[in-house]
């Protein structure tokens, strides 16, 4: 066994008992990463790792992540490391600044290892359509890790690194969770500043992290928490010490379901041990019911996910033109246009274009009505019963996917014309701003599946205090090391 | 003329800003390419607006200037289109929720008043700046996201006059109020003009072709009188108007087609995710309103009542800095505003001129200015000695006081003083006595210019003059 196996509270333990050094932690890191068999990486930031470890003689017992390595997600902005989205037309792009998480950990001493692979700029649920090709599923290379944070959950999930920095729009921190036996985590929309994450959906986008443990997601809401004034949009409201709401018992105790949800999984295994997990909650006096959430509403999800992120992508995927940064044209355009148009042509993936063309469209003048506003009307009627929803329930708690991690070849990012809504249920928490979290529930032929919890607006206390709960009962805290399944 | 012109103009004022409307760069004119940039303004991903309060406070006091709604809801939209002065390919601009509307300015024109509604004013993003070399385009992004407030007014003139003087009142406002330094020339204003012609008497818009980036007052009258003759002359021969986007060429005095306006192009507009709408409470009104710079007619009827006439009032309205200059040595207590005015408009203003200075450049202090107009006020010093001793003021920074003392030009205007040198005078010139006596009106001045020759200039000539008559009657 090695440090480097263990959670974020083992590690810190671990160093400030001098049992480890932060540069013992990292050449480790580094060597494993350089091992990686799934395609989880970009840019590496291993010479400045290795001199900022070797710096650091000592760690106190405040200093939480001090020494600790991470990997984070390429859609961060990070000062003087090429950060490409996974996406040809950013190849080149060393940003002059680092987002604001990134500073957040650099302060508390953790250390940036890597960048790691997502669906082009972050647009995609499969972790295949990165300009590197296909990151895979540690458990099974043969399946999709998810996506769009999938370098990040890889990373983690095979112990590379304890924890990683990832993003999640619909739910592409979340459901890569399940995939990996991770928990993964997103706050409150404006919780965390988003100062520097390529933005991909600004009103639907948060920071989201891997670990492989409910405490470590709490220890970093403790540190990535706050307002910033580099974030216009990021809340006033004081910081809560998260750790507060652990190793106690917990007082919020109405969890709502969706059963019409869960009536549309096949796979027996999933459902049986979210009901078993269910009636263990019960025992430890929960209250559980179902919730009739509109059939229609959840129908909606997807065309309402897509219509609204389409539409802020293409915007804000506008910057991308070949005249500032990134990719270069060859030169044989005359026209601005035609420079433009070839640096797009060539910069991004059919499947961007793909949603691009889906977000303009839903713009245009002739459009709008039916499309994009009809779809923030929609919006609004989902977070409305959601408000419903949460005066009589403190969570919502569902399955986190169908099943466990498809076959690659079964995979695709391409417009569903027939989407289920238990593909996109996760989504609920970025229309409506709610915090969200994923822990492991249980495995189905050596392959992790997980169970998501959705909490009220700036109750993530709440969510760490279920999911220590549930983690307890189904003993999967750090699952990856627990079960050894990953070879 | 056969034709009434319809006329509408659209105003981009740079506001005066520390730093840039989203961006904390520094907002400039004239420096080093690409010097006043952070990465927000170069489009660079992650990055994100921060919205300047100060761009809000101007805005609403523009509003508040030009009469008009002040939305409380600040609210900022998303203009999509791409090109090159685009850095992140939107503009970030006040679509929905513009910060003021349904205002108006009244126009003095003459002896008449034009009233002019203005549809809106909104806050927005500048683009980058491009220069043309050969077949290359350079860009330099100092000035994207400077903040602009764009201002719109209704097709309510109806001669190139009136959009001149339109201009030319936006100007002033925005100026008196410190929000821009309106300098047209350096395209920290700039006007867009929309015009077409209808037969007079009729209601239906003619085709209306837009003049883009009209860069002085007087090329706004310019280019709307061209534009008037040539689409008059096109009706004439029975043509029909294109809708067209000019620009107007100050050397050829012509405006000419930069290109045919097609559908209007589809800016998808959708409300900028990262800036929550945010409603300003009305004490911020309020304060913005209260700490608001004197607005032009405030000034107009202020120095009427100084004395001034409307001409002089409008010469010294044409700068903001010499109003303000002139507003605040009355109110050290000057004592004539017309003496002030003539010192400040005449010797004053040439003397900057000659060498290109600013009043800023001036060495005397508004005191001592004060100090000089009421010496002359008071008739202390006569009108050819002031000539004398401002412009020593002016060369060397002195006080009048002390000039005055220095080259001994004190008026005498002690009676007893002057009656002695009056006596001896008359004494020696008993012909001139008689010449005035006989009707000889000439006589007095020779004698008034003999008793201030003798009190080498610093008799008070008024008294002289007095005394003389007074012993001249005597001797009838």
Known sequence: MNYLDLTIAEIHKALVEKKVTSLELVKESIARIKKDKNNSYEANNFDSALELASNITSVSEKEILKGIPYVAKDNYSTKDIETTASSNVLNGYIPTFNAEVINRLNKAGAILIAKATLDELAMGGTGLSGHKGATTNPYDNKRIIGGSSCGSCAAVAKCDVPFSLGSDTGDSVRKPAGYGGLVGFKPTWSRISRFGLFPFAPSLDTIGYFTRSVEDSAILTNILAGQDDKDMSSSYRPVENYMTYLNKPNTEKRIGYFKSVIDCIDDKSIVDSFYKTIDGLKAEGYIVENYEFPVDLLNALYSVYMVISCSEATSNDANLDGIKFGIKPTGDAKTWEEYMTEARTRGFSDLIKRRFVIGSFSLLAENKDELFIRAQKARRLIVEEMERFFKKHDYLVLPASKRVAPLIKDSSDKWNPNPNFVDNHLAIANLGGYPSLTLPLGYEKGLPFGINLTGRQFEEGNLFALGEDIEKMTGLKNASTVTRRIK | ?476
């Open chain 2, 1 to 476: 003329m056969n034709f009434e012109p319809v006329i509408g103009i659209e105003i981009h004022v740079e506001l005066k800003t520390k730093s840039k409307l989203f961006s904390s760069a520094p907002v400039g004119f004239g420096e080093k390419p690409n010097s006043q940039t952070v990465a927000y303004d170069l489009g660079c991903p992650g990055t994100m607006p921060v919205l300047n309060k100060q761009a809000v406070v101007y805005g609403v006091r523009v509003a508040k200037a030009l009469h008009m709604d002040i939305e409380q809801l600040i609210q900022f939209d998303r203009k999509n289109y791409f090109y090159t002065d685009l850095p992140k390919g939107y503009q970030i601009t006040q679509q929905e929720h513009p910060i003021g509307s349904h205002g108006y300015v009244d126009l003095k024109i003459g002896d008449k008043v034009k009233h002019v509604n203005i549809e809106r004013i909104h806050i927005e993003e500048d683009t980058a700046k491009q220069l043309h070399l050969g077949d290359m385009t350079l860009v330099d992004y100092n000035r994207a996201g400077t903040p602009l407030l764009e201002i719109v007014s209704e097709p309510d003139m109806r001669s190139d006059v009136e959009a001149m003087k339109y201009v030319e009142t936006i100007h002033q406002i925005v100026t008196f109020l410190n929000v821009s330094d309106g300098k047209m020339e350096e395209g920290s204003m700039r006007c867009d003009v929309n015009i077409s012609l209808r037969p007079y008497g009729t209601e239906k818009l003619g085709t209306k072709c837009e003049i883009k980036n009209l860069n002085s007052i007087a090329n706004v009258r310019a280019a709307l009188e061209y534009e008037i003759k040539r689409q008059t002359e096109l009706l004439l021969k029975g043509e029909s108007i294109g809708q067209e986007t000019r620009r107007y060429d100050e050397s050829l005095k012509k405006t000419s087609l930069m290109r045919v306006k097609t559908n209007d192009v589809d800016y998808k507009f959708f409300r900028e995710p990262n800036i929550l709408p945010v409603r300003i409470s009305d004490e911020f009104v309020k304060d913005a309103i209260d700490t608001m710079a004197k607005l032009p007619d405030e000034y107009r009827s202020e120095f009427l009542a100084d004395g001034l006439n409307e001409n002089e009032v409008e010469v010294l309205l044409g700068d903001t800095d010499f109003t303000h200059y002139f507003e605040d040595v009355l109110a050290l207590g000057c004592k004539s505003a017309k003496v002030l005015w003539n010192y400040l408009m005449g010797d004053i203003s040439a003397y900057l001129n000659k060498d290109m200075l600013k009043l800023t450049d001036l060495k005397i202090t508004k005191v001592q200015l004060k100090d000089f107009c009421n010496m002359q006020e008071d008739a202390k010093i006569n009108s050819k000695q002031a000539k004398e001793v401002i412009a020593l003021m002016l060369r060397d920074g002195a006080d009048p006081k002390k000039i005055v003392k220095d080259l001994g030009l004190e008026q005498i205007s002690d009676e007893s003083a002057i009656q002695e040198i009056v006596d001896n005078i008359l004494a020696e010139n008993e012909q001139s006595i008689q010449d005035f006596l006989g009707g000889k009106d000439r006589a007095l001045g020779y004698v008034v210019g003999q008793v201030m020759k003798a009190s080498r200039g610093k008799a008070n000539p008024a008294l002289a003059k007095k005394l003389i008559l007074a012993e001249i009657e005597k001797r009838k």
